[in-house]
C-alpha cells in the first residue's frame, strides 16, 4: 500500500495515467468549457479579460482544449494558450498556442513572465493530487495508505509530514473532529497555485473549482472517482477520474465567490427569449433558448452555480 497521494498522481498523470488517454476527459463528464456551456462561459471570460485589461487568456489543465475553441470563436482578438498533460491535440484552431506539462502541480518552464494575462484554472486544482489523512485519536491524524489496484485502505503508522500537520492546525483543524473523520491537506493545491501565480508578471488568475470554506469543513472528505459519466468507487488504477474538492479559502485571493455571482456580474442572463421571438424569428429563437438554458445551467446555485471562483491580481513590481 502506498500513501493516496502518490497513488493519485500515478493514476491520473502517470504513463497509462487516465488524463493521458486518447479518448480526454471529456469521454468520461462533462463541465462548464463544454458544448453551449462553454460557449456561455468564453463569452463571460471575454469580458472579464476586458474588465481586467488582459489581452492574453492561459487555460491551465484544459483538457483538449474545449474552452480554448469556445474563447476563438467569441474572441479571436485575444491571445489564447492552453496547457494540459497531453500533446497539441488536432483539430485546435492554429492561433491557439500550446504547452505541455508534466502533470499534477508540475507546470511546464516554458510558463513564464506572463504579462496582461488572464490565467484561468478551471477544474485543476481539484485534481492536484493532495495528502489524505484520517483522524485516529483526539487531535490525532494518520497517512491513509490504499492499494492502487484495488482500492482497500488502511491508515498507516506514521502522521502527515510536520508541514502538512501546521496546514492543517491553520485551515482545517481537528482537535473536536470525530475518530474516522478524514482530512484533505490543501497544503499541495495552495504550492500549485503559488507556483501559478509566479509565472505571472501582471496579470489576473482565476480558480473555478469545487470548493469549501473552514466553516464547512467535509467531515468525510470529498474524495471522489468518474468514469464514463458515472461517480464509481475511488481506485487509483488509472481508470477513472479522481478529485477532491479544494479548500478555497486557503488559496491567497483577492476575492473570493460563486459562480453564480460571479457570471450575473459579467451579463450572463438566464431568462428565456420572448415567446414573440419564436413566431417573427424560429431560428433565432431557438438559438436564444439554447443559450439561455445553458446560462441557468451555469448559474444554478445547487448545481454548477455553486462553483467557487477564486481571483489573485498580480501587479509588476
Not at 458544448?35 to 472579464?48: D, I, K, Q, W
Not at 504550492?191 to 501582471?202: E, G, M, N
Not at 451579463?267 to 433558448?289: F, I, K, M, N, Q
Not at 462553483?307 to 513590481?317: D, G, H, L, N, S
Request: aromatic fraction near 6%; charged fraction near 20%.
Amino acid at each position: 500500500m502506498v500513501p493516496w497521494k502518490a497513488a493519485w498522481s500515478t493514476a491520473l498523470y502517470g504513463q497509462h495515467g487516465f488524463y493521458r488517454a486518447t479518448t480526454g476527459p471529456a469521454g468520461h463528464f462533462t463541465t462548464s468549457t463544454h458544448g453551449p456551456l462553454g460557449a456561455v462561459l468564453a463569452e463571460a471570460l471575454g469580458v472579464l479579460a476586458d474588465r481586467e485589461g488582459a489581452t492574453q487568456v492561459v487555460d491551465v489543465g484544459c483538457g483538449r482544449g474545449e474552452l480554448l475553441v469556445h474563447l476563438h470563436a467569441a474572441r479571436p482578438d485575444l491571445r489564447l494558450t492552453g496547457v494540459d498533460v497531453v500533446e497539441r491535440p488536432s483539430g485546435l484552431p492554429s492561433a491557439v498556442s500550446w504547452l505541455s506539462a508534466p502533470g499534477g502541480a508540475t507546470l511546464p518552464e516554458a510558463l513564464v513572465d506572463l504579462e496582461g494575462t488572464l490565467v484561468v484554472a478551471h477544474e485543476w486544482l481539484d485534481v492536484v493530487p493532495c495528502t489524505i489523512a484520517e483522524v485516529v485519536g483526539p487531535g490525532r491524524l494518520a497517512l491513509v495508505l490504499v492499494d492502487p489496484v484495488t482500492g482497500v485502505e488502511s491508515p498507516a503508522a506514521e502522521g502527515p509530514a510536520d508541514e502538512d500537520l501546521a496546514w492543517c492546525a491553520r485551515h482545517w483543524p481537528v482537535e473536536d473532529r470525530a475518530v474516522g473523520s478524514r482530512v484533505e491537506v490543501g497544503l499541495a493545491r495552495d504550492r500549485a497555485w503559488a507556483d501559478l501565480a509566479s509565472r505571472v508578471r501582471r496579470g489576473t488568475m482565476l480558480a473555478v473549482d469545487y470548493g469549501h470554506t473552514r466553516d464547512a469543513r467535509p467531515a468525510g472528505g470529498t474524495l471522489t472517482a468518474y468514469r464514463a459519466g458515472r461517480i464509481v468507487e475511488a481506485v487509483p488504477d488509472g481508470s477513472c477520474d479522481l478529485t477532491a474538492h479544494v479548500a478555497v479559502d486557503s488559496l491567497e485571493h483577492d476575492e473570493l465567490t460563486t459562480q453564480r455571482d460571479a457570471l450575473g456580474s459579467l451579463g450572463v442572463d438566464a431568462r428565456p427569449p420572448t415567446p414573440d421571438l419564436a413566431r417573427s424569428d424560429p431560428p433565432a429563437y431557438l438559438a436564444a433558448l439554447v443559450r439561455s438554458s445553458a446560462a441557468a445551467a451555469l448559474t444554478e446555485a445547487n448545481g454548477l452555480g455553486g462553483f467557487r471562483w477564486v481571483y489573485r491580481r498580480i501587479e509588476a513590481a
